[in-house]
């Protein structure tokens, strides 16, 4: 799959985490940034990887913040994408089934990696019935 990722400066680090994982899984990554270290405002970077789904240069998004909650905010301001915050992989499931969701949203101050790569890998495999 062709997955886009983006993220404000508290998520760095989650956001490599995550692509490095999904390119080891055979998914092609795109990372929308930011670099490491840069102070930036996360709707820039929500609405970014909004664009990138909705034009469909990627099938899916990940979009990452402190909380999960501003970003996925700036991602539903496109009316092309549907993001939806989550913080296992029950919501993951559900989002993809019931609400057709094309961007996840996850908060890196909240949630551990194992536990991100679980909901991901749970969004990217479910399909909307």
Do not use: Q
Request: net charge negative; with cysteine.
């Amino acid at each position: 799959m062709r997955i886009a990722i983006a993220s404000d400066h508290a998520a760095t680090d989650l956001k490599a985490l995550l692509a490095e994982w999904l390119m080891e899984e055979g998914h092609e990554v795109a990372d929308l940034g930011p670099e490491p270290g840069a102070s930036v405002d996360y709707p820039d970077y929500g609405y970014k990887l909004a664009e990138v789904v909705a034009e469909g240069t990627a099938e899916f998004g990940i979009a990452l913040c402190g909380s999960g909650i501003g970003i996925s905010i700036s991602v539903n301001r496109h009316p092309m994408a549907r993001s939806a915050l989550v913080s296992e992989p029950l919501s993951a499931a559900l989002a993809r089934e019931h609400n057709n969701a094309n961007v996840i949203a996850l908060g890196a101050r909240l949630i551990g990696v194992e536990i991100a790569k679980s909901c991901v890998a749970t969004f990217l495999n479910t399909e909307f019935a």
